[in-house]
Each structure stands twice: as structure tokens, then as C-alpha cells.
């Protein structure tokens, strides 16, 4: 099998701050995982909160540590150094081949997207917003081909819903998926739901938009690893 991932993001729009942070690790006993994380202190977003966590997690699961562990321990240390001013949004995506499955870790209600051969479904957390804060879910899936998921941030689910314009996510994602004649890249599905929520935001993102796709493809017999990553950079600045 083999896996590909790709992500887009955007930051909110007039902003020049980032406050989503994503980070890719290969996993110790095989594999990979996706840290998107986004601290705020004092209700407002804090790029220091969010660079220190998401280091933090990313060192614990380099030692080995499972991910749900991880993000609790990271989590925990947030509320008792800030006294609970500040709060984390945590999701983690990960292929762990020790385990042959996909691993999902959420501390918030923000949905995940799924598609299998048994068709589109969506993961909500169920659980209490304050319940999630400190205490994360985690879900597993067996390794198996042809599955595609699909993490995204609060700016995109919120997408258009300050001008009654919202964003449908499973609409857009299975018209992309059913009109395609071949089934789209993983970097064509995350640009294309990136560009749907910022039209729904009239081209202007209220908030920071990422999308993160993760493919489990058939067997391929090449033993290449590719990365490829494009950052655009404001001459400006």
C-alpha cells in the first residue's frame, strides 16, 4: 500500500500572523503523522502557545508515545501553566504501521470526512466541548486501500456562515469526487475545498483555513518517498 498527503491553508484574511500550525513526523516504528494545532490566550489567538504544543506533541510521539497520550500530556500542561487562560485545538492524523490503521485525535467538534468503499460518512465528536478540551478522542481505522480522510480547521466548516452563505463540506467534496472522469489527487481535493470556503467567505477568510487529505492507496512497488511543498512568500514583508 502506500500513502499520500497533502495539505492547503490560508491565513485569515488582512492577517499576517499564522494561527493554525501544521507539522508532518515520521513515525518511530514506521509511518506518519499530521499535528494541526491553534493556542489562544486570553480568547486571542497566540502563536507562542501554539509553536510550544505543537513541538511538544511532536517530540512525544518521536519518543513513541501514542498519539491520544501525547496530546493529554501537552493538553494538561497548557491548563496548569496558563491556569487555564489558554485553550489548544488539537488534530492529530496518523498512519502508524506498527498498528496497520489510521489513528484520529480530536479535542474538538470540528468534523472529520471519510471516504471508503462504502461510500461518504462523517465522523462527529459526540462528546461535550469541555469534556474534549483537556480529554481527547481517538478513533481508529484498519489500513485498507482506497480510503480517503479529510481533516479540516474551524475556518472551514465555518465558512460563509457570517453571510448566510455556509459552506455545504460534503456537498462540495462528493461533487468534486463523483463529477471527476479520474479520481483527483490528493493536492486537488485539498486545493479545491480550500478555494470552496474561502468563495463562501467572499474571497476574504474570516478565520485561518486548513485542509489536510490523507490517501491509502494500493500497493506500489517503488520505495521513493517524495515531499513537495510550495510557500508563498509576501515581498513586502
Known amino acids: 500500500m502506500e500513502i499520500q498527503a497533502a495539505i492547503s491553508k490560508t491565513n485569515r484574511y488582512s492577517s499576517l500572523e499564522q494561527g493554525n500550525k501544521i507539522e508532518v513526523i515520521e513515525?518511530?516504528?514506521?509511518?506518519?503523522?499530521?499535528?494541526?494545532?491553534?493556542?489562544?490566550?486570553?480568547?486571542?489567538?497566540?502563536?507562542?502557545?501554539?509553536?510550544?504544543?505543537?513541538?511538544?506533541i511532536l517530540s512525544l510521539i518521536a519518543e513513541g508515545v501514542h498519539d491520544g497520550a501525547s496530546a493529554?500530556?501537552?493538553?494538561?500542561?497548557?491548563?496548569?501553566?496558563?491556569?487555564?487562560?489558554?485553550?489548544?485545538?488539537?488534530?492529530?492524523?496518523s498512519c502508524d504501521l506498527e498498528t496497520k490503521t489510521i489513528v484520529i485525535t480530536k479535542n474538538n467538534s470540528v468534523p472529520l470526512f471519510i471516504y471508503d468503499h462504502e461510500g461518504s460518512r462523517t465522523l462527529p465528536i459526540n462528546s461535550d466541548p469541555e469534556d474534549l478540551r483537556y480529554n481527547p478522542s481517538v478513533y481508529q481505522f484498519e489500513l485498507v486501500p482506497c480510503q480517503i480522510f479529510i481533516l479540516i480547521s474551524a475556518g472551514v466548516i465555518n465558512a460563509g456562515k457570517n453571510s448566510d452563505n455556509p459552506i455545504d463540506v460534503t456537498l462540495a467534496l462528493e461533487s468534486l469526487l463523483d463529477d471527476c472522469d479520474e479520481e483527483p489527487t490528493v493536492q486537488e481535493i485539498a486545493d479545491f475545498l480550500l478555494r470552496q470556503a474561502i468563495s463562501h467567505d467572499s474571497g476574504r477568510p474570516r478565520d485561518d483555513m486548513t485542509v489536510i487529505v490523507l490517501k491509502v492507496l494500493p500497493g506500489t512497488y517503488q520505495s521513493i518517498r517524495r515531499e513537495y511543498v510550495s510557500f508563498p512568500i509576501d515581498e513586502e514583508n
Open 27 to 56: 513515525r518511530p516504528n514506521g509511518g506518519i503523522s499530521i499535528v494541526m494545532a491553534e493556542g489562544k490566550l486570553n480568547a486571542k489567538r497566540s502563536k507562542a502557545v501554539t509553536m510550544k504544543a505543537t513541538h511538544d
Open 72 to 93: 493529554r500530556v501537552v493538553l494538561s500542561r497548557v491548563k496548569n501553566e496558563h491556569e487555564e487562560k489558554a485553550s489548544l485545538a488539537v488534530s492529530i492524523i
